[in-house]
């Protein structure tokens, strides 16, 4: 549960991160400018800096163009390799960089609940051994997170590498709840849940929706990306109407989701047994629907202000990790369980 948490402040210090445009703040991985302290003055660096990490990063693409070409992206591939701005010399900035180095030290100690969780697992080896499978899991994932966020810093915030990196911490959360749902103890109940089949069916529907809206949502943040890029990052109010129809997409698919999320709490209140369990996630994730459009109303009419942005995406998570509770719950094979609510608290 605590490396949930902190998985969860990770995603929003990240989206912090990128709103500030701190994420290059340290041009390469794991040093910040080849220190493990980062500096705090353009003096402690060479005068080649800027020169030196940029062939740093123009060799570890080259191996990473490799891979993908070996995975039979050559599209891609041809993208690392040959797109300019990847290489776009890293001015040191030390409010950027201490940014991004807090952000890497977050990283860090995530990685060390991590692996603490996964030796706390070995205990349970033989009375429950999904628990060690998907620590395991989770710590394999980690290793690999922390490579690909190596690879974003060196392809200079490629949008598409953005994207996967995100992704890969929205995977991190599900394995995480999980491990919290497997690991939790709950009391029985002597009544069954009513509409099981509909309330599955929707709930999974719903989980699916919301994935969609994130992938809709990233597509808009590459368009905005390269709307800003575009600008010089000047005209802030202008970025919106130059994402073309991801975000007119984005938006109107919200309804969709909420007219789901009602048919949910439709049900749920027409069961007598589930007011104090289900219903109360439900309504929880309604209400941070709420939350999300206004938020996104705050971006399309102010002009994406930054503190926006890392709000919009962390909701969005906190979203998806309440629903996939919920599909955990009333998919769960022991008959007539009650469950708390004080995770979606």
């Given at each position: 549960?605590?490396?949930?948490?902190?998985?969860?402040?990770?995603?929003?210090?990240?989206?912090?991160?990128?709103?500030?445009?701190?994420?290059?703040?340290c041009?390469?991985?794991?040093?910040c400018?080849?220190?493990?302290?980062?500096?705090?003055?353009e003096?402690?660096?060479?005068?080649s800096?800027?020169?030196?990490?940029?062939?740093?990063?123009?060799?570890?693409n080259i191996?990473?163009?490799?891979?993908?070409?070996?995975?039979?992206?050559?599209?891609?591939?041809e993208?690392?390799r040959?797109?300019?701005?990847?290489?776009?010399?890293?001015?040191f900035?030390?409010?950027?960089?201490?940014?991004?180095y807090?952000?890497r030290l977050?990283?860090?100690?995530?990685?060390m609940?991590?692996?603490?969780?996964?030796?706390?697992?070995?205990?349970?080896?033989?009375?429950?051994?999904?628990?060690?499978?998907?620590?395991?899991?989770?710590l394999i994932l980690?290793?690999?997170?922390?490579?690909?966020?190596?690879?974003?810093v060196?392809?200079?915030?490629?949008?598409?590498?953005?994207?996967?990196?995100?992704?890969?911490?929205?995977?991190?959360?599900?394995?995480?709840?999980?491990?919290?749902?497997?690991?939790?103890?709950?009391?029985?109940?002597?009544?069954?849940?009513?509409?099981?089949?509909?309330?599955?069916?929707?709930m999974?529907v719903?989980?699916?929706?919301?994935i969609?809206?994130?992938?809709l949502?990233?597509?808009?943040r590459?368009?905005?990306?390269?709307?800003?890029?575009?600008l010089?990052?000047?005209?802030r109010?202008?970025?919106?109407?130059?994402?073309?129809?991801?975000?007119?997409?984005?938006?109107?698919?919200?309804?969709?989701?909420v007219?789901?999320?009602l048919?949910?709490?439709?049900?749920?209140?027409?069961?007598?047994?589930?007011?104090?369990?289900?219903t109360?996630?439900?309504?929880?994730?309604?209400?941070?629907?709420?939350v999300?459009?206004?938020?996104?109303?705050?971006?399309?009419?102010?002009?994406?202000p930054?503190?926006?942005?890392?709000?919009?995406?962390?909701?969005?998570?906190?979203?998806?990790?309440?629903?996939?509770?919920?599909?955990l719950?009333?998919n769960s094979?022991?008959?007539?369980?009650?469950?708390?609510?004080?995770?979606?608290?």
């Amino acid at each position: 549960m605590v490396t949930l948490v902190a998985v969860y402040l990770l995603i929003l210090v990240g989206g912090i991160v990128r709103s500030t445009g701190a994420g290059m703040g340290c041009p390469d991985w794991p040093k910040c400018f080849g220190m493990w302290i980062p500096p705090t003055e353009e003096s402690q660096l060479a005068e080649s800096y800027k020169q030196d990490f940029v062939e740093y990063r123009k060799h570890k693409n080259i191996r990473f163009a490799a891979y993908l070409d070996a995975l039979g992206f050559r599209e891609k591939a041809e993208q690392v390799r040959n797109d300019e701005t990847i290489l776009v010399e890293t001015e040191f900035n030390v409010t950027k960089t201490w940014t991004e180095y807090v952000n890497r030290l977050i990283g860090v100690i995530i990685g060390m609940l991590i692996i603490v969780n996964f030796i706390a697992s070995w205990t349970y080896f033989n009375r429950n051994r999904s628990l060690f499978t998907w620590s395991l899991a989770l710590l394999i994932l980690v290793i690999f997170q922390g490579w690909i966020g190596s690879v974003v810093v060196s392809t200079n915030l490629l949008p598409w590498m953005v994207t996967v990196h995100m992704l890969l911490a929205i995977l991190m959360v599900a394995i995480l709840i999980f491990l919290v749902f497997k690991a939790g103890k709950y009391q029985g109940s002597d009544g069954q849940i009513s509409y099981r089949k509909a309330l599955n069916a929707l709930m999974m529907v719903s989980g699916i929706l919301i994935i969609i809206q994130i992938l809709l949502g990233t597509q808009v943040r590459e368009a905005v990306d390269a709307a800003a890029m575009a600008l010089q990052y000047q005209d802030r109010d202008a970025w919106i109407g130059m994402t073309g129809t991801s975000f007119p997409v984005h938006r109107s698919f919200s309804i969709l989701l909420v007219l789901t999320q009602l048919s949910i709490l439709y049900l749920l209140y027409k069961s007598d047994r589930l007011k104090s369990g289900l219903t109360n996630y439900t309504g929880i994730i309604l209400g941070i629907m709420v939350v999300e459009a206004i938020f996104g109303v705050i971006m399309s009419y102010f002009g994406i202000p930054p503190f926006a942005q890392p709000l919009h995406l962390w909701f969005a998570i906190i979203l998806f990790g309440l629903q996939f509770m919920t599909i955990l719950i009333i998919n769960s094979k022991e008959p007539g369980l009650k469950y708390k609510t004080q995770i979606a608290v």
